[in-house]
T-cell receptor, first 116, second 111 residues
Framework: AQSVAQPEDQVNVAEGNPLTVKCTYSVSGNPYLFWYVQYPNRGLQFLLKYITGDNLVKGSYGFEAEFNKSQTSFHLKKPSALVSDSALYFCAVRPAGVDSSYKLIFGSGTRLLVRP | KAGVTQTPRYLIKTRGQQVTLSCSPISGHRSVSWYQQTPGQGLQFLFEYFSETQRNKGNFPGRFSGRQFSNSRSEMNVSTLELGDSALYLC??????????FGPGTRLTVL
């Protein structure tokens, strides 16, 4: 079965420190990979995507993600966290080659808490 | 460009009633997807429409249905509401590059 795992329910980091939010996936073929962020009472905001090419992808608000095919991982990173980064982060996969659908499979989400 | 809009933002219904939610995609986007978000089940795919045709469907009962109009606007309908249908319903329109852009959601409460 196709799935996305975010092993940490919550990640705590001090402002100014680097942060990593982990994501692994189990999908056949070469999927498209995404990160989204959700603030309270809001929809999801697109952060970045990986389709092909360089394994390090840069996105919005200083976030980047590293694709590792052998480990089937797509971890979200930021060199220096801000208090305003505190939110709920979702990793998502769009299986490639199954059909032309835009269906996304989401992980369970990781709450990021950045303390001042 | 205007973003994805969803109406209404909040809705309170009672068990057994039906509800219709509306979504207007970003101009030029032809694909609209719907997701249900609950604390227990997380984000789950409901269905996707492309050029007025349902292209994919998630694992939800037949009480959940949708449609898309020629202007790409979409509606989803839930009939015979149950308490477990209380959720945030998110609509997303898809950029040709693959990423989906989400609306603010409709918060449905079933009493």
């Amino acid at each position: 079965a196709q799935s996305v795992a975010q092993p940490e329910d919550q990640v705590n980091v001090a402002e100014g420190n680097p942060l990593t939010v982990k994501c692994t996936y189990s999908v056949s073929g070469n999927p498209y990979l995404f990160w989204y962020v959700q603030y309270p009472n809001r929809g999801l905001q697109f952060l970045l995507k990986y389709i092909t090419g360089d394994n390090l992808v840069k996105g919005s608000y200083g976030f980047e993600a590293e694709f590792n095919k052998s480990q089937t991982s797509f971890h979200l990173k930021k060199p220096s966290a801000l208090v305003s980064d505190s939110a709920l982060y979702f990793c998502a996969v769009r299986p490639a080659g199954v059909d032309s659908s835009y269906k996304l499979i989401f992980g369970s989400g990781t709450r990021l808490l950045v303390r001042p | 460009k205007a973003g994805v809009t969803q109406t209404p933002r909040y809705l309170i219904k009672t068990r057994g009633q039906q509800v219709t939610l509306s979504c207007s995609p970003i101009s030029g986007h032809r694909s609209v997807s719907w997701y249900q978000q609950t604390p227990g089940q997380g984000l789950q795919f409901l269905f996707e429409y492309f050029s007025e045709t349902q292209r994919n469907k998630g694992n939800f009962p037949g009480r959940f249905s949708g449609r898309q109009f020629s202007n790409s606007r979409s509606e989803m309908n839930v009939s015979t509401l149950e308490l477990g249908d209380s959720a945030l319903y998110l609509c997303a329109s898809s950029h040709p590059g693959g990423e989906q852009f989400f609306g603010p959601g409709t918060r449905l409460t079933v009493l």
